[in-house]
């Protein structure tokens, strides 16, 4: 099957650039009925801050950064850099891959992983894949959105479970990672 170079470009359209759920946060809050955390999230591609980049036959396509910064109830920030690397296989779908943030490159703070650090630059033989599989998204055309659902097992025990629906004005991710039935990301 020859690949859709398209269809990784409209889910890059869909993924690349800022999302604030603000108003989100505010309407729960005034409401009493407070679910999600405020949360920013940027994602930017993150080619140009690697160096020794090699192109992918297998699964061309880009690493990017995806910076998420949360505000939970208690007032606490965090801090979530994540290195992903979108890619279209063989078969024509966009895949996920996740690295692990080598965080030792701005000194262990995670705060200080972000696109804009222009101190920041990583090389590719550097990079290692994390416990997250490969994972290829369902492409729906009705609703040109792109879904994926899994889990996995980490090694400290925990499940690790990854929800996302990334479509036209729609962005739901859940991540959990439960173990003992709590779930260790907040």
């Not at 200080?112 to 994972?135: C, M």
């Amino acid at each position: 099957m020859e690949v859709d170079r398209d269809l990784l470009e409209l889910f890059k359209k869909y993924f690349l650039g800022s999302f604030d759920n603000r108003f989100q946060y505010e309407a729960e809050k005034a409401s009493g009925k407070l679910v999600h955390p405020q949360a920013t999230l940027i994602c930017e591609v993150l080619d140009s801050k690697i160096t020794n980049l090699r192109p992918r036959k297998d699964l061309p396509g880009n690493f990017v950064l995806a910076d998420a910064r949360f505000v939970l109830a208690s007032g606490e920030s965090r801090s979530r850099p994540s290195i992903l690397y979108f890619g279209k296989n063989h078969h024509g779908q966009v895949v996920l891959e996740s690295y692990n943030v080598p965080l030792h490159l701005v000194g262990g703070r995670a705060e200080d992983f972000r696109f804009s650090n222009e101190a920041l630059t990583i090389d590719e033989t550097a990079l290692e894949r994390n416990y997250f599989p490969p994972t290829p998204y369902n492409f729906d055309s009705q609703s040109s959105s792109f879904t994926i659902d899994c889990t996995t097992q980490l090694p400290s025990g925990a499940v690790f479970t990854l929800r996302e629906c990334i479509g036209p004005n729609q962005l739901e991710i859940l991540e959990m990672a439960l173990r003992d039935g709590r779930n260790l990301l907040g």
